[in-house]
């Protein structure tokens, strides 16, 4: 990030952004993990919810940022806070649980064990799949929002960065909302069922405004957001899914493959659009999400509470 803001040509732009990507895409898995198998049962989720409603912050934060400073400057920012969040995780003592695995003599981390058993690959399989409305709304519905906003002919102007920031502040009460209420319910399931239905009811809002303004549509946006603030429990049900030799592969691996699931996704938008209009286009892609992710939720274990001192063996 820090050498981001010292690029001068698009290529090293592109290169030094997929270095920070790779870096980032770790971070979250290895967190919820580490606080999974650290922190006692009855906390657990309260422990995944927090680290993930502070992280979306990011994004809100970054909106900011970037209207205050100059682009290097909001790099700079960031790569400095990569760095704070290095001296943190340094400090940080490994999980009881997974020092007693180290010392046994199975596999750790081995991905292709998740494929050695038809139970444990339709279970990753599952986890990865309820997450996938969480991205059609992210990767089509807020990236494409200045287009949304155009087809539905709304008065005033909308900004991509805006309804980004929007539907992340949404995110984070979503986030917090649906972990703490799972912890009150005794159940991650059913609170994440909960927010899929809500998910549909705010896809249709947001596609079919009633009141054509960029303030209401910021509104949408939001709303939107908090729908699918499931994203703790997401990756926290993933993380509780496998044993300690798998979790931290399965948390760090399942959040990215969701989102590269934007790929089809946007691919599938975009001939939608060219044959239905971006609005209906949208709403065919938004249904076939949701129904993919109930019945991925059919699947996977109900994990509240579950004992993560386990391994995973062939």
Same mark, same amino acid.
């Given at each position: 990030?820090?050498?981001?803001g010292? %690029?001068?040509?698009?290529?090293?732009?592109?290169?030094?952004? @997929?270095?920070?990507?790779?870096? $980032?895409? =770790?971070?979250? /898995? #290895?967190g919820?993990?580490?606080?999974?198998?650290?922190?006692?049962?009855?906390?657990?989720?309260?422990g995944?919810?927090?680290?993930?409603?502070?992280?979306?912050?990011?994004?809100?934060?970054?909106?900011?940022?970037?209207?205050?400073?100059?682009?290097?400057?909001?790099?700079?920012?960031?790569?400095?806070?990569g760095?704070?969040?290095?001296?943190?995780?340094v400090?940080?003592?490994?999980?009881?649980?997974?020092?007693?695995?180290?010392?046994?003599?199975?596999?750790?981390?081995?991905?292709?064990q998740?494929?050695?058993?038809?139970?444990?690959?339709?279970?990753?399989?599952?986890?990865?799949?309820?997450?996938?409305?969480?991205?059609? %709304?992210?990767?089509?519905?807020?990236?494409?929002?200045?287009? @949304?906003?155009?087809?539905?002919? $709304?008065? =005033?102007?909308? /900004? #991509?960065?805006?309804?980004?920031?929007?539907?992340?502040?949404?995110?984070v009460?979503?986030?917090?909302?649906s972990?703490?209420?799972?912890?009150?319910?005794?159940?991650?399931?059913?609170?994440?069922?909960i927010?899929?239905?809500?998910?549909?009811?705010?896809?249709?809002?947001?596609?079919?405004?009633?009141?054509?303004?960029a303030?209401?549509?910021?509104?949408?946006c939001?709303?939107?957001?908090?729908?699918?603030?499931?994203?703790?429990?997401?990756v926290?049900?993933?993380?509780?899914?496998?044993?300690?030799?798998?979790?931290?592969?399965?948390?760090?691996?399942?959040?990215?493959?969701?989102?590269?699931?934007?790929?089809?996704?946007?691919?599938?938008?975009?001939?939608?659009?060219?044959?239905?209009?971006?609005?209906?286009?949208?709403?065919?892609? =938004?249904?076939?999400t949701?129904?993919i992710?109930?019945?991925?939720?059919?699947?996977?274990?109900?994990?509240?509470?579950?004992?993560?001192?386990?391994?995973?063996?062939?």
């Amino acid at each position: 990030n820090i050498a981001n803001g010292f %690029a001068t040509s698009v290529t090293q732009y592109a290169v030094l952004r @997929f270095i920070a990507g790779i870096g $980032l895409a =770790g971070e979250l /898995g #290895a967190g919820i993990t580490l606080v999974s198998e650290t922190l006692p049962t009855h906390l657990r989720g309260y422990g995944t919810t927090i680290i993930s409603g502070v992280g979306v912050l990011g994004a809100v934060f970054a909106n900011f940022i970037s209207k205050v400073f100059d682009w290097q400057i909001a790099y700079f920012i960031g790569g400095g806070l990569g760095l704070a969040l290095l001296v943190a995780r340094v400090s940080v003592f490994e999980s009881g649980i997974f020092l007693t695995t180290k010392r046994k003599d199975v596999p750790r981390g081995n991905f292709f064990q998740l494929f050695t058993k038809r139970t444990r690959f339709i279970k990753f399989m599952g986890c990865i799949f309820i997450g996938l409305p969480i991205w059609y %709304a992210i990767g089509i519905l807020i990236t494409f929002s200045p287009e @949304f906003a155009k087809a539905l002919e $709304l008065t =005033g102007v909308v /900004g #991509a960065g805006d309804a980004v920031m929007f539907s992340y502040m949404g995110l984070v009460v979503g986030d917090l909302s649906s972990g703490f209420i799972s912890q009150i319910v005794g159940s991650r399931k059913k609170i994440v069922a909960i927010y899929l239905l809500l998910t549909m009811v705010c896809v249709v809002f947001y596609l079919f405004l009633p009141i054509k303004t960029a303030g209401f549509f910021y509104i949408a946006c939001f709303t939107l957001g908090i729908a699918i603030g499931y994203w703790a429990l997401f990756v926290t049900i993933a993380a509780e899914q496998f044993g300690t030799n798998l979790r931290s592969t399965v948390a760090t691996t399942v959040p990215n493959f969701i989102r590269g699931t934007v790929v089809p996704l946007t691919l599938a938008f975009k001939f939608l659009r060219g044959e239905m209009g971006i609005i209906h286009g949208a709403l065919v892609i =938004g249904i076939v999400t949701i129904i993919i992710a109930f019945f991925a939720l059919n699947v996977i274990d109900e994990t509240f509470g579950r004992d993560l001192d386990f391994e995973e063996i062939d």
